[in-house]
C-alpha cells in the first residue's frame, strides 16, 4: 500500500474510533463502574419521552424517579432522553459495543429479538411474579417473551384511530365514515376545497407503514396478513397487492400534505395540531395532547374526534379490528453492573407508571385500569372501551418482522408512497426479505 493510503487509512481509523467514542459520550454508560458498599448507586436510563414531544409522559418520568430517590437515598437515576427515531439510532450503536444503558426503552417481538440473541437483556421473569404479579392487560406481557422466557415489561397499550378535525368536518359538511367509499369522498371534497386531508410525515416510514396495515387487513383479512409477516403466506396475495394500490391511489388524490416523503411525523403532527389537515392516522399515545396536555389550547382539544379506519367494501375484515399493541418496555441490561437494583428500579417505575399515566398523561397503560375511580376524559374512555371490544389487534409490522426484513418494509413503504414502486414489487421485495430469516 502506498504511504499517502497507509497514512491516510490510520487517520480514517482514529477519526472513526473518535466518532464511536464521542457517540458514547455524553450520558455515557459506564458499564465498568463497580458500586462500593456504602457508595452511591448510579442507574443509567434512556428513554424516548422528550418534554417537547411528550410532555405527560416525561413529566410522570421525571416525579416517579424523583420519588425513588426519594426513598432510596443510596440511588441516583441518570437519564438520557432522545426522540423516536435517534433513540433507535443510539439504541444500534451502543449494542454494537455493548454498552446499552442499565434500564432503556424497547418495542416487542421482531424489534426485541436480535438484541435477546445477543445476550443483551436480562430476563426479568421473577418481577411478574412479584407485587405485578396479575396487574398486566392480558396479552401483553407474551409480546416480550422470547423461548418462554421476558425480556422486558411493557409501559403502554397503544391503538391507531383516525384522528379528525370536528370543526374542519363541520365546516365542510362531511360526516364520520363508517365506509371506504365514504372515507374516500371526504378525501376527495377536502382536497377540492384547498385543504389538506391527511397528515402523514412519511421520512419516519412507520407512519406510511400504519396506512398500509390498514388497508392489507381490511381488503385482504387479518389472518392473510398475518401469514404473510410470519412467511407462511405470500404478501402477492392479491388482497395485499390491491391494498399497495390502494395506497398509491390515495396519493394520486392528494390525501396528504405536500412533501409527506421527506417530512417527519413530528413535523406533520404540528400542521395537525395547527388546524392545517383534517385528519391524523396515530397510535393511542397521542391521546396526552388531545386531553390532558396544558400546553395545547383547549379549544383544540375539544375539536378532536376520532372514527375506526373503515371497512372495505367486499373486504375480509371488519371495522372493530385495529392495528396496534403493547408500546414501548423498559428492559435491563444484562451486563449492568447495577443490575438488581436496576431491576427493583424497573419493578417500582412499572407499577407507578400504570398508576399515574391515566390522569397525569392520558395514556393507556399496559396495567388495568380501573376507569370507575377516576375522571378520565370522554375521548380517553371511548378509546380505552374500543380497547376493550377489539375483535383483533395486529402488532405494527415492522416490530414484527425481524430487523432486516423490517427494514427493507420500511423503505418499501417509502418507495410505495413516493410511486418508485409498482405494488407487484413492493410484494417481491417483501417476499424476498422475509425469506432470509434476518
Given at each position: 500500500?502506498?504511504?499517502?493510503?497507509?497514512?491516510?487509512?490510520?487517520?480514517?481509523?482514529?477519526?472513526?474510533?473518535?466518532?464511536?467514542?464521542?457517540?458514547?459520550?455524553?450520558?455515557?454508560?459506564?458499564?465498568?463502574?463497580?458500586?462500593?458498599?456504602?457508595?452511591?448507586?448510579?442507574?443509567?436510563?434512556?428513554?424516548?419521552?422528550?418534554?417537547?414531544?411528550?410532555?405527560?409522559?416525561?413529566?410522570?418520568?421525571?416525579?416517579?424517579?424523583?420519588?425513588?430517590?426519594?426513598?432510596?437515598?443510596?440511588?441516583?437515576?441518570?437519564?438520557?432522553?432522545?426522540?423516536?427515531?435517534?433513540?433507535?439510532?443510539?439504541?444500534?450503536?451502543?449494542?454494537?459495543?455493548?454498552?446499552?444503558?442499565?434500564?432503556?426503552?424497547?418495542?416487542?417481538?421482531?424489534?426485541?429479538?436480535?438484541?435477546?440473541?445477543?445476550?443483551?437483556?436480562?430476563?426479568?421473569?421473577?418481577?411478574?411474579?412479584?407485587?405485578?404479579?396479575?396487574?398486566?392487560?392480558?396479552?401483553?406481557?407474551?409480546?416480550?417473551?422470547?423461548?418462554?422466557?421476558?425480556?422486558?415489561?411493557?409501559?403502554?397499550?397503544?391503538?391507531?384511530?383516525?384522528?379528525?378535525?370536528?370543526?374542519?368536518?363541520?365546516?365542510?359538511?362531511?360526516?364520520?365514515?363508517?365506509?371506504?367509499?365514504?372515507?374516500?369522498?371526504?378525501?376527495?371534497?377536502?382536497?377540492?376545497?384547498?385543504?389538506?386531508?391527511?397528515?402523514?410525515?412519511?421520512?419516519?416510514?412507520?407512519?406510511?407503514?400504519?396506512?398500509?396495515?390498514?388497508?392489507?387487513?381490511?381488503?385482504?383479512?387479518?389472518?392473510?396478513?398475518?401469514?404473510?409477516?410470519?412467511?407462511?403466506?405470500?404478501?402477492?396475495?392479491?388482497?395485499?397487492?390491491?391494498?399497495?394500490?390502494?395506497?398509491?391511489?390515495?396519493?394520486?388524490?392528494?390525501?396528504?400534505?405536500?412533501?409527506?416523503?421527506?417530512?417527519?411525523?413530528?413535523?406533520?403532527?404540528?400542521?395537525?395540531?395547527?388546524?392545517?389537515?383534517?385528519?391524523?392516522?396515530?397510535?393511542?399515545?397521542?391521546?396526552?395532547?388531545?386531553?390532558?396536555?396544558?400546553?395545547?389550547?383547549?379549544?383544540?382539544?375539544?375539536?378532536?374526534?376520532?372514527?375506526?379506519?373503515?371497512?372495505?367494501?367486499?373486504?375480509?375484515?371488519?371495522?372493530?379490528?385495529?392495528?396496534?399493541?403493547?408500546?414501548?418496555?423498559?428492559?435491563?441490561?444484562?451486563?449492568?453492573?447495577?443490575?438488581?437494583?436496576?431491576?427493583?428500579?424497573?419493578?417500582?417505575?412499572?407499577?407507578?407508571?400504570?398508576?399515574?399515566?391515566?390522569?397525569?398523561?392520558?395514556?393507556?397503560?399496559?396495567t388495568k385500569v380501573d376507569t370507575s375511580k377516576i375522571q378520565l376524559p370522554q375521548l380517553y374512555i371511548d378509546l380505552l372501551n374500543e380497547v376493550n371490544k377489539a375483535t383483533n389487534?395486529?402488532?405494527?409490522?415492522?416490530?414484527?418482522?425481524?430487523?432486516?426484513?423490517?427494514?427493507?418494509?420500511?423503505?418499501?413503504?417509502?418507495?410505495?408512497?413516493?410511486?418508485?414502486?409498482?405494488?407487484?414489487?413492493?410484494?417481491?421485495?417483501?417476499?424476498?426479505?422475509?425469506?432470509?430469516?434476518?
Amino acid at each position: 500500500m502506498h504511504t499517502k493510503n497507509r497514512a491516510l487509512l490510520a487517520l480514517a481509523v482514529v477519526v472513526l474510533a473518535l466518532a464511536v467514542i464521542s457517540g458514547c459520550g455524553e450520558g455515557s454508560h459506564d458499564n465498568n463502574r463497580t458500586p462500593n458498599p456504602g457508595d452511591k448507586v448510579i442507574i443509567n436510563m434512556m428513554h424516548l419521552f422528550p418534554e417537547a414531544g411528550a410532555l405527560g409522559q416525561h413529566q410522570i418520568v421525571n416525579k416517579i424517579i424523583d420519588e425513588y430517590q426519594a426513598d432510596h437515598p443510596n440511588v441516583i437515576v441518570k437519564q438520557e432522553v432522545l426522540e423516536n427515531e435517534r433513540y433507535k439510532a443510539r439504541m444500534k450503536v451502543l449494542s454494537a459495543v455493548n454498552d446499552l444503558p442499565d434500564v432503556g426503552m424497547t418495542w416487542a417481538a421482531g424489534y426485541l429479538q436480535p438484541f435477546v440473541e445477543g445476550g443483551l437483556f436480562t430476563p426479568l421473569d421473577e418481577l411478574l411474579q412479584s407485587e405485578l404479579q396479575g396487574s398486566f392487560v392480558a396479552g401483553t406481557t407474551e409480546a416480550y417473551a422470547i423461548d418462554g422466557k421476558t425480556y422486558a415489561l411493557p409501559l403502554e397499550f397503544n391503538i391507531a384511530p383516525v384522528y379528525y378535525n370536528k370543526k374542519i368536518f363541520v365546516q365542510y359538511g362531511l360526516q364520520v365514515p363508517t365506509t371506504y367509499d365514504d372515507f374516500l369522498q371526504i378525501v376527495k371534497k377536502l382536497a377540492g376545497s384547498g385543504v389538506v386531508p391527511i397528515a402523514l410525515g412519511n421520512k419516519d416510514r412507520w407512519t406510511g407503514s400504519l396506512w398500509y396495515m390498514y388497508l392489507a387487513d381490511r381488503v385482504a383479512g387479518t389472518e392473510t396478513l398475518a401469514n404473510a409477516i410470519k412467511g407462511t403466506a405470500s404478501f402477492s396475495n392479491s388482497g395485499l397487492v390491491e391494498a399497495a394500490k390502494r395506497v398509491q391511489d390515495l396519493v394520486d388524490m392528494n390525501a396528504f400534505n405536500k412533501g409527506f416523503n421527506g417530512l417527519s411525523n413530528d413535523e406533520v403532527k404540528a400542521e395537525f395540531m395547527n388546524g392545517e389537515a383534517a385528519m391524523y392516522l396515530m397510535g393511542t399515545w397521542e391521546l396526552p395532547n388531545y386531553t390532558t396536555n396544558q400546553d395545547i389550547p383547549q379549544p383544540f382539544r375539544d375539536s378532536i374526534g376520532f372514527f375506526k379506519f373503515p371497512a372495505v367494501d367486499g373486504g375480509k375484515s371488519d371495522i372493530d379490528s385495529w392495528v396496534g399493541g403493547p408500546g414501548v418496555g423498559l428492559f435491563v441490561a444484562e451486563n449492568s453492573p447495577v443490575r438488581e437494583e436496576a431491576k427493583k428500579f424497573v419493578q417500582y417505575f412499572v407499577k407507578r407508571w400504570g398508576e399515574e399515566s391515566v390522569t397525569g398523561a392520558g395514556v393507556i397503560p399496559a396495567t388495568k385500569v380501573d376507569t370507575s375511580k377516576i375522571q378520565l376524559p370522554q375521548l380517553y374512555i371511548d378509546l380505552l372501551n374500543e380497547v376493550n371490544k377489539a375483535t383483533n389487534i395486529t402488532l405494527f409490522t415492522d416490530v414484527q418482522m425481524a430487523s432486516g426484513a423490517a427494514e427493507v418494509h420500511l423503505n418499501q413503504i417509502q418507495a410505495l408512497f413516493g410511486k418508485e414502486i409498482t405494488p407487484a414489487e413492493f410484494a417481491k421485495a417483501h417476499d424476498a426479505a422475509i425469506k432470509t430469516g434476518k
